[in-house]
């Protein structure tokens, strides 16, 4: 009863301490990644829309570093525990935004 009436339970992806994802790493929590970085490409022209692979190919890079310039971050491409923190905060600000939706 709870599931249906509670707080959505958030999604972390779980890092190992000094865990990076690099370009070539295939994990399912990439096409979260992915699909944030698809999200925050429809206001922000430097991002470009990365495919859904689930893999740090060369254009979800190419996006992460687009977005990493933009946080004031590194811009590696490289998925890491900090860049992963703007991205939700940034991803969460936006989407919360695209639907009219706003924590109360």
Do not use: C
């Not at 096409?31 to 689930?54: E, F, H, K, R």
């Amino acid at each position: 009863a709870l599931i249906r009436v509670g707080k959505a339970q958030p999604i972390e992806i779980v890092f190992e301490p000094g865990q990076i994802f690099r370009r070539g790493d295939y994990n399912p929590y990439l096409y979260l990644l992915q699909s944030m970085l698809n999200v925050l490409s429809q206001t922000a022209p430097t991002i470009d829309s990365p495919p859904q692979t689930g893999m740090i190919d060369e254009k979800t890079a190419e996006a992460l570093a687009a977005f990493q310039i933009l946080a004031g971050l590194p811009p590696t491409g490289e998925l890491d525990r900090l860049t992963w923190k703007y991205l939700v905060y940034h991803f969460t600000q936006e989407a919360s935004r695209i639907s009219g939706y706003s924590k109360l």
